[in-house]
């Protein structure tokens, strides 16, 4: 009797023992599986450089041209009374902006090569392209991947944004006057995706499209700013439409350290 109370027990301390085994080891598989897919990449942020602001380097410099700018042509709107109404002195195509000292605007410089596939996350800040006067505002931007594109119409007339990239999928959508914003984004590294209006053919502006931050476009004075840049060696390119509008790239290596500031001027050769 005391025999078989002992073996009873025993057996359903054992059976207990067999399930606590059980449930160790299927908790240790589970902690394996969540670890895998971390290194998967299943975390949202994982594998995402960061911006150092702090150590960052600056690589800063001047486009110019080297000779005579080409003229820019008068743009002809009569065809849109809207357009034209908006210009009273006329308007000028925007392909070459340069100014007394021969600077280039709307040259757009990037890192284009060294950063060994780092991938930064898109800003939160709305990137705003402006239909207004019939001419897109701005006329050279960069965005990342991702980031939102907000398209504006501020005139009273039909426009038809169309993004004629080759890596990103196009879109090409109308947008009446007095219609709401358009938001876009785009999510391949592309330079540059020409952006274009089917209903006025001088209309056209370019974006550049990134996986990093370092970029800029020049201003009217001709000068670019690219801050936070990490340690690296660097191909540094500026990028200028040109007038047949199939750009023109000029590559530069540039060597930072950490809190270096570094310039590096380009010089364009009028065509
Ligand atoms: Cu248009």
Known sequence: MNTSNTLRKLSYFLSLLLVVVLVSCGG??????????TKDGAAPAAGMATVDMANGATIMGAVKLDGKAPDNKAIKMEADPVCKTAHPSGAMEDHWMVGAGNEVANTFVYIKDGLGGKTYAAPTTVQKLDQHGCQYE????????????????????????????????????????????????????????????????WMNCYAGVLNHPFFAVTGKDGKFEIKGVPPGEYTVTAWHETLDGKGESIDMKVTVAAKDSKTADFTLKAQ
């Open 138 to 201: 701005p006329h050279v931007f960069g965005v990342m991947v991702g980031q939102k594109i907000s398209i504006v119409n501020s005139d009273q007339t039909l426009h038809n944004i169309h993004a004629h990239g080759e890596k990103n999928e196009q879109f090409n959508e109308g947008q009446p006057a007095g219609s709401s914003a358009k938001e876009r984004s785009m999510d391949k590294v592309e330079v540059m995706v020409p952006i274009k209006c089917d209903v006025h053919g």
């Open 28 to 37: 240790k598989k589970k902690d394996e599986d969540d670890e895998s897919d």
